[in-house]
């Protein structure tokens, strides 16, 4: 005599419990990206405890008596922008660090960053500026 059991065992898969956990997955993410700033414009403060591994390509120097200089090359803020230029002839991706005196006033590195973004627009370039900084002393 056999004997028979009345719980029959199903092999379907039932996938409506994943398509609740992709919703909510997407949700997630939606709210995530929302909180990153991709435009932000990151810069190194004066003082700072991380360190830049970009490839140097010029460095612009703004001293205590709000002088500029392309590697060494004494600039004014009239043709910063084309001895930036000259600098970087035939790059078309470069990376400009810039060094300045921790007394100039933010103005000065602005003016600095405006001249290559200026450049950037009109040659179809992709230079990039870094403001340059020293370890924290322990």
Known sequence: MAIKSHNKIS???SSSTMSD???L??????LTSTLVSPNAIKLLLPSSTSKTMAKQTITVYVNDQYQY????????????QMSVASALAGQSEATIVLRSDRTVPIQYIVNVIDAVNQLNEMMKTKYKVILATKPIEK
């Open 21 to 23: 956990l992709v919703f």
């Open 11 to 13: 092999t379907d898969f």
């Open 25 to 30: 997955l997407l949700i997630f993410f939606m």
């Open 69 to 80: 200089f392309v590697n060494e090359t004494p600039a004014t803020l009239e043709n910063l």
